[in-house]
């Protein structure tokens, strides 16, 4: 089953490590954007947004729309890359953003005081529904991106780079920051962070929580829209079925760091990515799942605070 | 003056000791209510003439959707043993007018409603919100596929009689189901949930990969059909009349199990988990014995399932059948073993009847509405039900009682 004796047979090298632990941190940067999503909607509404993940393939098909339009209007090497990427990028939030609002209007809000299992009934119908639309519309055929960043690599050592992944290490930490500061820093922030620990003291306190709620889901539709259009261009396709394993593996992650936390959240992600990665070593890439769910798992049951939270004994 | 006359007419007819209600409450019902259930004593009748002349007349698909409508009218005005009587007949009548592809329908059918009834037991009695029951599932068809095939089709060549393997399945998977209760006891609600999702998605990946067992991604296939008396049972309506007798079975036995000592000790810990501890409840047995029970029916789904299949592949477990068996348990109505079986004709029967049913209006050209576009509006559906009726289409009477005190609670502390 495992190939523990993979490592034995090869030894391994201190590079191999250091190429695992790249990749599994920039697999990890996608799962904290993401789980930033499911940790904010959490923290203000204690509800698993199954549809989560559907915003990160909307966000992707809409980077692959977008491109491909970019594309067949321009020539790519000509017109500056950097802003077609922007635009995509932006796209891929605003779309992600309008839906995340319609489904909060239409799905969410109505169930907000029914009881829990409801909403995510709800949740995951509008998850089918978003992924069977986009089969739909797709035909059933994956997308294939067009090329915006050179296939070769940066090659140091034995260590091999895309520069595409460069791109997405340093976007998902500048994405993570953006987030950490608006929800420290803006009025905006400061109500969301209110409505998550209190919501009829801060409805007291004159917070408008409908509005606020909104805010969240918008905020964390606008990073997993962005995550999407970068994933796409990092793995170069879009399916209407990409959106499941992210979302599992960032709810994950969410669940790691203590749901409701936003560091935790990020450190959650990076957590997860890494750990993922070096377990590839040890039993196979075809066990990296079953690894990612035997830790929700196991910390679920034994810390379901969270990795790196402190225990509240009402949330478990 | 019509409503009075008929409302003293039903009380001449006192019908109040069959329906268990006093004659006061009959006075008190609305008019409509009672049309709808005297009515049914004609209606009944002539929709059993129409299910029998139906298929000749609307074709047996539209028939189906008729009486699912019908028949959710009839069960919704707590004519109860008339709409079960409905449904009995035709759900044992129907098959016969049916050409292959629909009998495998109402196979489908009769199997999520057993497996509907299953994880009833789970969510809606226990009130234990378990999204990985293509787990149990997934091992009762292995099982038997493993246990009946030959080694040069991926099984042990062993052939072992479908009739030892299905209670085999049954203990290994109520097994299963304790050794997935045991660490989750302590976890409620949406947790739960996401740690039993991880559950089923560990069972088939672990299916996939271990190929020296499973055979991996090629699956089981050469599965024999059970025998019966001497009988070879091949055909689809033969396996259907097996999955139908398991639901019957099962959902006796589980109404019989909620109206017991066991299932009172269900709704305790559904209301409230440390009430019903400190009441002296042993919420840890009864739990386990939820999971325990709603595995060992799952489990005995997934050995007729893999009969009827004659092959099993890793990807036919994936969630989407958690998802669904959870869907239609909860649009029918959870805790309410009709509210299952109409979830599951509705979910599973009518997106099949819509398969080649096209829209053409205006520059809206969709054909094949049901057949390519029948999980959009599955998804749809389950949003509209949430939202137009959180407590299900078929409710029991006292889950609905329930969502009504939570409202009523939650609008008072805005919880």
């Given at each position: 089953m495992a190939s523990w004796h993979y490592l034995r047979q090869e030894g391994a090298c201190v590079q191999e490590w250091i190429q695992l632990l790249i990749d599994g941190v920039t697999i990890g940067g996608v799962y904290a954007v993401i789980a930033l999503g499911y940790t904010l909607v959490y923290g203000v509404l204690r509800m698993i947004n199954f549809a989560h993940g559907e915003l990160f393939m909307m966000g992707a098909f809409t980077g692959y729309f977008t491109l491909t339009a970019f594309e067949n209007h321009s020539n790519f090497n000509d017109s500056l890359p950097v802003l077609t990427i922007a635009v995509a990028i932006v796209m891929g939030m605003v779309v992600a953003v309008t839906l995340?609002?319609?489904?909060?209007?239409?799905?969410?809000?109505?169930?907000?005081?029914?009881?829990?299992?409801?909403?995510?009934?709800?949740?995951?119908?509008?998850?089918?529904?978003?992924?069977?639309?986009?089969?739909?519309?797709?035909?059933?055929?994956?997308?294939?991106?067009?090329?915006?960043?050179?296939?070769?690599?940066?090659?140091?050592?034995?260590?091999?780079?895309?520069?595409?992944?460069?791109?997405?290490?340093?976007?998902?930490?500048?994405?993570?920051?953006?987030?950490?500061?608006?929800?420290?820093?803006?009025?905006?922030?400061?109500?969301?962070?209110?409505?998550?620990?209190?919501?009829?003291?801060?409805?007291?306190?004159?917070?408008?929580?409908?509005?606020?709620?909104?805010?969240?889901?918008?905020?964390?539709?606008?990073?997993?829209?962005?995550?999407g259009v970068v994933y796409g261009m990092f793995v170069t396709t879009a399916t209407s079925d990409m959106g499941f394993i992210p979302g599992i593996k960032a709810f994950t992650a969410a669940v790691l760091g203590g749901i409701g936390s936003v560091p935790g959240a990020m450190a959650g992600g990076y957590f997860l990515g890494i750990t993922e990665a070096l377990s590839t070593k040890f039993f196979g890439a075809q066990y990296k799942d079953v690894v990612a769910f035997m830790l929700l798992v196991g910390v679920l049951i034994f810390r379901p605070w969270g990795l790196f939270g402190k225990r509240d004994d009402k949330r478990a | 003056m019509a409503a009075d006359a008929l409302r003293t007419l039903a009380t001449k007819l006192s019908p109040a000791r069959y329906w268990q209600r006093s004659a006061e409450a009959l006075q008190r019902t609305p008019p409509g209510a009672l049309v709808v259930r005297y009515g049914q004593f004609v209606v009944l009748p002539l929709l059993a003439i129409a299910g029998g002349l139906g298929p000749s007349y609307f074709g047996i698909r539209w028939t189906f959707a008729i009486l699912v409508v019908v028949m959710y009218v009839l069960l919704r005005s707590r004519s109860g043993l008339f709409g079960l009587a409905l449904l009995a007949s035709m759900l044992v009548y129907l098959p016969h007018q049916m050409d292959v592809f629909e009998r495998g329908i109402m196979f489908d059918i009769a199997l999520y409603a057993m497996l509907g009834i299953g994880l009833n037991v789970v969510v809606g009695f226990a009130g234990l919100l378990d999204l990985g029951y293509v787990a149990f599932f997934a091992s009762g068809a292995y099982l038997y596929a493993l246990l009946s095939a030959p080694e040069s089709a991926g099984g042990f060549d062993v052939g072992t009689?479908?009739?030892?393997?299905?209670?085999?399945?049954?203990?290994?998977?109520?097994?299963?189901?304790?050794?997935?209760?045991?660490?989750?006891?302590?976890?409620?609600?949406?947790?739960?949930?996401?740690?039993?999702?991880?559950?089923?998605?560990?069972?088939?990946?672990?299916?996939?990969?271990?190929?020296?067992?499973?055979?991996?991604?090629?699956?089981?296939?050469?599965?024999?059909?059970?025998?019966?008396?001497?009988?070879?049972?091949?055909?689809?309506?033969?396996?259907?009349?097996?999955?139908?007798?398991?639901?019957?079975?099962?959902?006796?036995?589980?109404?019989?199990?909620?109206?017991?000592?066991?299932?009172?000790?269900?709704?305790?810990?559904?209301?409230?988990?440390?009430?019903?501890?400190?009441?002296?409840?042993?919420?840890?047995?009864?739990?386990?014995?939820?999971?325990?029970?709603?595995?060992?029916?799952?489990?005995?789904?997934?050995?007729?399932?893999?009969?009827?299949?004659?092959?099993?592949?890793?990807?036919?477990?994936?969630?989407?059948?958690?998802?669904?068996?959870?869907?239609?348990?909860?649009?029918?109505?959870?805790?309410?073993?009709?509210?299952v079986v109409l979830g599951a004709m509705l979910l599973i029967g009518l997106p099949e009847v819509l398969r080649d049913v096209s829209v053409d209006v205006g520059f809206v050209h969709l054909t094949n509405l049901g057949a390519d576009y029948r999980l959009v509006i599955f998804g749809a559906a389950l949003v509209a039900v949430m939202v137009l009726r959180p407590e299900g289409l078929l409710p029991s009477t006292r889950r609905a009682a329930e969502f009504e005190q939570a409202e009523l609670l939650e609008a008072e502390t805005g919880v």
């Open positions: 995340a609002l319609l489904m909060e209007r239409i799905a969410y809000r109505p169930l907000r005081n029914a009881p829990r299992l409801a909403p995510l009934i709800s949740a995951i119908g509008v998850s089918i529904l978003l992924r069977n639309i986009m089969l739909r519309v797709t035909n059933a055929q994956g997308k294939v991106y067009p090329q915006v960043f050179p296939r070769t690599a940066l090659e140091i050592g034995e260590i091999r780079l895309l520069y595409v992944q460069i791109f997405l290490l340093v976007l998902s930490v500048f994405f993570l920051a953006l987030l950490y500061l608006f929800i420290q820093r803006t009025k905006a922030g400061v109500a969301i962070r209110a409505v998550a620990e209190d919501r009829n003291t801060a409805s007291l306190m004159g917070i408008d929580v409908d509005r606020t709620i909104m805010t969240t889901f918008a905020a964390g539709a606008a990073l997993a829209g962005a995550a | 009689s479908f009739w030892l393997v299905l209670p085999m399945a049954m203990v290994l998977t109520a097994l299963m189901g304790i050794a997935l209760g045991v660490p989750v006891l302590r976890l409620r609600g949406d947790y739960l949930a996401i740690v039993t999702l991880g559950f089923g998605e560990i069972i088939r990946i672990m299916i996939r990969n271990e190929d020296g067992v499973t055979n991996g991604t090629f699956g089981v296939f050469s599965i024999p059909k059970p025998h019966f008396v001497g009988r070879e049972l091949s055909g689809p309506v033969e396996l259907y009349f097996v999955v139908l007798s398991g639901c019957f079975i099962a959902a006796f036995a589980s109404e019989r199990i909620r109206d017991s000592r066991v299932g009172r000790a269900w709704e305790a810990i559904r209301e409230d988990e440390d009430v019903a501890a400190g009441m002296g409840v042993d919420t840890t047995v009864y739990k386990l014995l939820a999971f325990a029970i709603g595995a060992a029916i799952g489990g005995a789904g997934g050995v007729v399932y893999a009969a009827k299949q004659t092959a099993v592949f890793p990807q036919d477990f994936n969630l989407d059948v958690s998802i669904n068996v959870l869907a239609l348990v909860i649009i029918g109505g959870m805790g309410n073993v009709r509210g």
